[in-house]
């Protein structure tokens, strides 16, 4: 207690809403770890045979705060952020969830007294990349949330992260393990992308939340350590196990297709992927100043989980010790 009252004097309580969610549960760990005080919105009805109940019930253990609402409802937000002298808000809700984020800029805006507000966005920069449907409809929902945040004056960053470090199947989830069996390649596989750790996504964004130099910014993630395209992928793995595996050709049409049936999530995954590894959304931009930065000209002297130490990981995850380097 005596050390959370210590940090509770140099740095602002942070509220983190959707933090049993995959990218919350990492920036959840990541505040905590930084011995700041941490709020964690849950729902009242949560089952407590559930694995999200288990990950709450977990965060506490370490440390977190749970309290109970809804964003979507205004004026008991409102009251939450007062009542517990809440300076930092990040969202990492789902999709679903997303168009509720209306009543929470509002209430942020009502109170007055928040530093900054981190919607959910942990992805592409929405307002640069122009995926098919059905990604499409949640993008233009970020877009909305983006234009509230910016038309009543909130304080804000938008974490820009690219993708996730794991191999990047188009029909499956993000945190998906390499294959043994075969690679699918996308298109002639030259189109490149940018993978970062959930363990970097959570450390970079409690990090960025005090920094001057990210208030009202995009803060794009690009780690050169970690820019491949999905041959260079493939040939990383089989030096992780230490042999070859056959490669089949996904075609464009192959994945607007599997776009097209409509299927959550697996549509909306394959809609994402046509957008990274066909039109290139993390690559065909240049980061030139005004509203956007890169991190790592933020914190240089920082480094990054390479995506070569994360296959290794992978491959032991696995049972593959042999090869593992």
Wanted: charged share 25%; hydrophobic share 40%; with cysteine.
């Amino acid at each position: 207690m005596a050390k959370h009252m210590r940090v509770a004097r140099g740095r602002g309580a942070v509220l983190i809403i959707g933090a049993t969610g995959f990218i919350g549960r990492f920036i959840a760990e990541a505040s905590l770890e930084s011995g700041r005080p941490t709020y964690l919105l849950v729902r009242s009805l949560l089952s407590s045979s559930s694995s999200k109940a288990n990950a709450i019930n977990s965060l506490q253990h370490k440390g977190a705060i749970v309290l109970h609402g809804m964003i979507n409802e205004k004026e008991a937000m409102e009251k939450m952020l007062r009542e517990n002298e809440i300076e930092v808000v990040i969202s990492a809700v789902g999709g679903r969830d997303l168009k509720d984020q209306v009543g929470l800029v509002q209430a942020i805006k009502a109170v007055g007294t928040i530093k900054r507000f981190l919607p959910s966005e942990f992805g592409h920069d929405v307002d640069r990349a122009d995926p098919i449907e059905p990604a499409l409809t949640a993008y233009k929902e970020k877009r909305k949330i983006r234009r509230l945040i910016e038309d009543l004056g909130v304080p804000h960053t938008y974490i820009c992260c690219n993708s996730i470090a794991a191999w990047p199947y188009h029909d499956k989830t993000h945190d998906a393990l390499p294959p043994l069996d075969q690679f699918q390649i996308y298109g002639d596989g030259s189109v490149k992308a940018y993978f970062v750790t959930g363990n970097d996504i959570g450390k970079f964004t409690i990090k960025i939340v005090d920094d001057v130099r990210t208030l009202n910014k995009r803060v794009h993630f690009r780690p050169t350590c970690n820019f491949y395209d999905i041959k260079e992928l493939a040939c990383l793995w089989e030096t992780k196990i230490g042999r070859t595996l056959p490669r089949i050709t996904i075609t464009e049409n192959d994945i607007l297709l599997v776009a097209a049936e409509n299927s959550m999530p697996r549509s909306i995954i394959a809609a994402l992927t046509h957008d990274i590894f066909f039109k290139g959304c993390q690559v065909n931009f240049k980061i030139d100043g005004g509203e956007d930065v890169e991190l790592s000209s933020l914190y240089p002297h920082e480094s990054f989980q390479t995506l070569d130490g994360s296959f290794t990981d992978f491959a032991a995850e696995l049972n593959i010790k042999s090869v593992v380097k």
